[in-house]
């Protein structure tokens, strides 16, 4: 399902577009996924009751399913990164506050990144000087790598560009509270970072985004799907909340684009930007200090 599918939208004219994947075992999640099912039949005895008690022999079905809080379309909370953001104690998935998971939706196109590159401040710059758009406090900010179409097969799991750590800071220092991609993780691929670590003995190549969130705190979406399906990089609306997982760093997550009159981002008159402030990138895709 891609868009509201069925009855009228409550709200005429209103567009919903999902952009989650579906919870499966597959080649694309690291853990496997696991689904124990209870079926109709069986239910009836489980209940203590015969299926003769119930209308065509069948009671109610189950599910027992086992898998990570990381599995399918998430978001990750500032706990995961580590048990300190900002100097004090890290916000667990149920501590979220909802405000910072509803707001307008800002889709930034990095897919000439690099597959296994770093998606740098200057590539930001860029893409927001395309989109025409102004990051302000509550930009729920999308990167669009392209590696979406990998899911189902095992490439999704390394063929992606990953966000730096300075690039999460320039983000979050503009008051952006939740940044997601359509890939499987925010940082480069994990084997990407590995080796480069020993390659160079840089402990700054390993989860440089996640990490950036002990010093401020933001929320991570992973998995994302569909960003093609946008109607631009602004006017819609995201919502993104999180299932409470008491005291957990991530939790499943049901990302839904909202576009037309109540959904469309209100537009709001921003100043102009001035001209970019283009610097010099590393050959390995890092930032210049």
Not at 110 to 137: C, F, K, M, N, Y
Not at 217 to 244: D, H, I, S, W
Request: proline residues 9%.
């Amino acid at each position: 399902m891609t868009e509201h599918e069925g009855p009228p939208p409550a709200v005429p004219g209103l567009r919903l577009i999902d952009l989650s994947v579906i919870v499966q075992d597959t080649p694309s999640e690291a853990t496997p996924v696991e689904v124990e099912v209870l079926d109709h039949e069986t239910g009836a005895v489980v209940l203590g009751l015969g299926p003769d008690a119930f209308p065509d022999g069948m009671a109610v079905s189950n599910e027992t399913v086992t898998l990570t809080t990381h599995t399918g379309t998430h978001m990750d909370a500032p706990l995961h990164y580590g048990p300190e953001s900002g100097g004090a104690p890290a916000k667990s998935i149920d501590q979220v506050p909802l405000e910072w998971c509803y707001g307008p939706g800002v889709r930034l196109d990095v897919r000439h990144v690099p597959v296994g590159s770093a998606i740098t401040v200057d590539h930001l710059i860029a893409a927001l000087d395309e989109a025409g758009h102004q990051l302000a406090p509550g930009d729920i900010v999308l990167l669009w790598t392209g590696a979406s179409k990998h899911w189902g097969t095992a490439e999704y799991l390394t063929e992606y560009a990953g966000l730096s750590g300075k690039g999460t800071a320039f983000l979050v220092e503009r008051g952006v509270k939740v940044i997601g991609i359509d890939a499987w993780g925010l940082d480069r691929p994990m084997a990407a970072m590995v080796e480069e670590y020993h390659r160079t003995g840089d402990r700054e190549v390993l989860w440089p985004a996640h990490i950036y969130g002990r010093v401020n705190e933001y929320l991570q979406l992973e998995k994302l799907n569909r960003l093609e399906e946008l109607p631009g990089p602004t006017g819609f609306m995201v919502t993104c909340f999180p299932v409470a997982v008491a005291g957990a760093g991530a939790g499943w997550t049901r990302v839904v684009a909202m576009v037309g009159p109540t959904g469309q981002a209100p537009a709001q008159p921003r100043p102009a930007r001035p001209g970019p402030a283009r610097r010099a990138a590393e050959p390995d895709g890092r930032e210049a200090d």
